[in-house]
């Protein structure tokens, strides 16, 4: 697999101690993606309006645990850095005060070009419980 820009979510793009862009590829570039598609909420990409689980479009909406679970399984079996098998492990934590919080999310899958476990956690900010 080819390198890409090292641009994690949210954050701005890592520069090596050279001062140049940084690269990422294998596992580090599987969460990348990952991250990228439960994050992009559907129809943002012109070209591929399927593209996109929208996670946080959840943001100041009722959220439910197995609902969140279900968009990141199917999300998760439609891209390519994940294997199928073994089946991604998924855990939701939804913080029980009331009142505006964070979803917690966790994903333990196996990298598809690494084939090594992967770890991936991130929270959703503002979602309603």
Do not use: C, K
Not at 14 to 33: E, K, M, N
Not at 76 to 102: K, Y
Not at 117 to 126: N, S
Request: hydrophobic share 40%; charged share 15%; glycine share 10%.
């Amino acid at each position: 697999m080819m390198p890409d820009l090292h641009h994690q979510w949210g954050a701005d793009l890592l520069l090596t101690a050279t001062g140049d862009i940084a690269l990422v590829q294998d596992g580090p570039l599987g969460q990348q993606r990952v991250l990228r598609r439960l994050l992009t909420n559907p129809n943002d990409y012109v070209w591929h309006p399927e593209y996109g689980g929208g996670l946080g479009a959840s943001v100041g909406r009722p959220v439910a645990a197995g609902q969140i679970e279900s968009v990141i399984r199917t999300q998760m079996f439609r891209e390519a850095a994940v294997q199928h098998a073994p089946e991604p492990r998924v855990s939701i934590a939804i913080p029980d005060a009331p009142g505006w919080t964070s979803v917690f999310v966790s994903i333990v899958y196996v990298d598809g070009s690494a084939l090594e476990e992967q770890h991936l956690q991130f929270a959703v900010p503002g979602g309603y419980a």
